[in-house]
């Protein structure tokens, strides 16, 4: 009577382990997954990734020094728009020169130079150009800033998933430990196997501790990125999948790469830097004029006695002995090869980058299916063992080895989740237009 009493306590305690496991699986939020950053829409009080995104690009401190030089660059148009100095100059004829209608007190002489035609309008063309490679640079910044978001919220997802988990196996090894001690009773087990399910359930604590003081961490981390209280509290989604299947992308997206468009940029600037330098090669022309202010005379009245003096002025400057615009323009000409080069060696870069980003997402998949299908094999044997306590034959080191692995299988499978979207971030990083 006392064996069957034991038996319907185990079996009961059996089906609520089970019966609990089947809740948490199914107990989740539907995520949307928004491209493959993993923008992540969920319900309730979590806040979407995209909105930390954007909170950290409105504050980060980065991206406002990026956009100050973006202004500065901006405001260079308006300096471009500018005409040499006017040059006023004035003199006293301490011995004044006598002319038929009198003598010469002082010279007054006004003088602009003006630039050739069109000068101006390529200082403005070259600053526009300037502020656009700036503007690119706002550009790669943000998208950098997102991707540093991304994978810092996904490694917050990963340890608050792994503690979940390790809550979950101490409660199954709490539960085993109330067999173990109902088995001692009746001498089916010995106080060694309860010892060895406690001090594994200590392990287990530790571990959950040792993963609190990671996300500390890495929270400080996100909240610097988001430049606000490190202590502020992140809104994690509660569960997160890999899709069935992946978008499929070819390397030719990554033509639309900012880190590639900035030297299209740079490039553009060194041709309107030319065409400026070919401008300012040509001669400037000067308008003028002089004022001689004139006495009378005194001994004879002329015609035109007194009468002063104004004469209109037109000056040219032409650097005829000047080999600097030639100069420049064979540094433009080099410059520009330099850029090409850059180009043509960061597209390496990128291409190996998108290459490792699509293998590693790759194998992450193959990883989270193989880690699946272990698991279930796990708890398959984990039922067969429970079965076996009804014919007394169970053993708790065969218990505890099963809890180990399926620990194992779960921990490696959070791994492979986040590792999927981290790669995808950086695929998203790499050819998001």
């Given at each position: 009577?006392?064996?069957?009493?034991?038996?319907?306590?185990?079996?009961?305690?059996?089906?609520?382990?089970?019966?609990?496991?089947?809740?948490?699986?199914?107990?989740?939020?539907?995520?949307?997954?928004?491209?493959?950053?993993?923008?992540?829409?969920?319900?309730?009080?979590?806040?979407?990734?995209?909105?930390?995104?954007?909170?950290?690009?409105?504050?980060?401190?980065?991206?406002?020094?990026?956009?100050?030089?973006?202004?500065?660059?901006?405001?260079?148009?308006?300096?471009?728009?500018?005409?040499?100095?006017?040059?006023?100059?004035?003199?006293?004829?301490?011995?004044?020169?006598?002319?038929?209608?009198?003598?010469?007190?002082a010279r007054i002489s006004v003088k602009q130079m003006l630039?050739?035609?069109?000068?101006?309008?390529?200082?403005?063309?070259?600053?526009?150009?300037?502020?656009?490679?700036?503007?690119?640079?706002?550009?790669?910044?943000?998208?950098?800033?997102?991707?540093?978001?991304?994978?810092?919220?996904?490694?917050?997802?990963?340890?608050?998933?792994?503690?979940?988990?390790?809550?979950?196996?101490?409660?199954?090894?709490?539960?085993?430990?109330?067999?173990?001690?109902?088995?001692?009773?009746?001498?089916?087990?010995?106080?060694?196997?309860?010892?060895?399910?406690?001090?594994?359930?200590?392990?287990?604590?530790?571990?959950?501790?040792?993963?609190?003081?990671?996300?500390?961490?890495?929270?400080?981390?996100?909240?610097?990125?988001?430049?606000?209280?490190?202590?502020?509290?992140?809104?994690?989604?509660?569960?997160?999948?890999?899709?069935?299947?992946?978008?499929?992308?070819?390397?030719?997206?990554?033509?639309?790469?900012?880190?590639?468009?900035?030297?299209?940029?740079?490039?553009?600037?060194?041709?309107?830097?030319?065409?400026?330098?070919?401008?300012?090669?040509?001669?400037?022309?000067?308008?003028?004029?002089?004022?001689?202010?004139?006495?009378?005379?005194?001994?004879?009245?002329?015609?035109?006695?007194?009468?002063?003096?104004?004469?209109?002025?037109?000056?040219?400057?032409?650097?005829?002995?000047?080999?600097?615009?030639?100069?420049?323009?064979?540094?433009?000409?080099?410059?520009?090869?330099?850029?090409?080069?850059?180009?043509?060696?960061?597209?390496?870069?990128?291409?190996?980058?998108?290459?490792?980003?699509?293998?590693?997402?790759?194998?992450?998949?193959?990883?989270?299916?193989?880690?699946?299908?272990?698991?279930?094999?796990?708890?398959?044997?984990?039922?067969?063992?429970?079965?076996?306590?009804?014919?007394?034959?169970?053993?708790?080191?065969?218990?505890?080895?099963?809890?180990?692995?399926?620990?194992?299988?779960?921990?490696?499978?959070?791994?492979?989740?986040?590792?999927?979207?981290?790669?995808?971030?950086?695929?998203?990083?790499?050819?998001?237009?």
């Open positions: 009577m006392k064996n069957i009493k034991i038996i319907i306590c185990l079996l009961f305690v059996s089906a609520e382990v089970y019966a609990e496991r089947r809740r948490s699986t199914k107990a989740h939020l539907n995520a949307l997954l928004i491209m493959s950053i993993g923008l992540i829409s969920i319900s309730g009080q979590a806040q979407q990734l995209q909105s930390y995104i954007e909170e950290a690009e409105a504050n980060n401190p980065e991206i406002q020094a990026f956009e100050l030089r973006y202004n500065i660059a901006e405001e260079k148009i308006n300096e471009a728009n500018w005409l040499p100095n006017t040059e006023v100059s004035a003199g006293y004829f301490v011995s004044e020169p006598e002319t038929r209608v009198g003598a010469q007190r630039p050739w035609f069109g000068t101006i309008s390529a200082r403005e063309n070259y600053a526009t150009s300037m502020a656009e490679a700036e503007y690119v640079e706002i550009t790669i910044a943000k998208r950098k800033l997102a991707l540093s978001v991304a994978q810092s919220y996904y490694g917050l997802y990963e340890t608050r998933a792994k503690q979940k988990v390790l809550d979950e196996n101490i409660q199954l090894l709490k539960t085993y430990e109330r067999l173990a001690l109902t088995s001692v009773e009746v001498g089916k087990a010995s106080a060694v196997d309860v010892l060895r399910l406690q001090i594994r359930q200590n392990e287990l604590q530790q571990q959950k501790e040792v993963l609190e003081e990671e996300f500390s961490a890495e929270q400080t981390t996100f909240n610097n990125l988001l430049n606000r209280d490190e202590n502020s509290t992140v809104d994690l989604v509660v569960e997160m999948k890999i899709p069935e299947n992946d978008p499929i992308y070819g390397t030719d997206a990554l033509s639309l790469n900012p880190e590639l468009l900035k030297y299209d940029k740079l490039y553009e600037s060194v041709a309107q830097s030319e065409l400026l330098n070919q401008r300012e090669s040509l001669p400037m022309v000067g308008f003028g004029v002089d004022y001689l202010p004139v006495s009378e005379r005194t001994d004879m009245n002329p015609i035109d006695n007194g009468k002063d003096v104004l004469m209109p002025m037109v000056s040219v400057s032409i650097p005829i002995f000047n080999n600097r615009y030639k100069s420049i323009t064979r540094q433009n000409e080099l410059r520009q090869q330099e850029i090409e080069t850059q180009k043509e060696q960061r597209l390496n870069v990128l291409e190996s980058a998108f290459a490792k980003a699509i293998s590693q997402r790759n194998q992450a998949r193959i990883k989270f299916n193989t880690q699946s299908k272990n698991l279930k094999q796990a708890k398959d044997a984990e039922q067969i063992l429970i079965k076996n306590y009804e014919t007394g034959t169970i053993d708790f080191n065969d218990v505890l080895d099963i809890q180990e692995l399926q620990l194992k299988f779960q921990i490696n499978q959070i791994n492979a989740i986040t590792k999927y979207y981290a790669q995808s971030a950086v695929v998203n990083y790499l050819i998001t237009q």
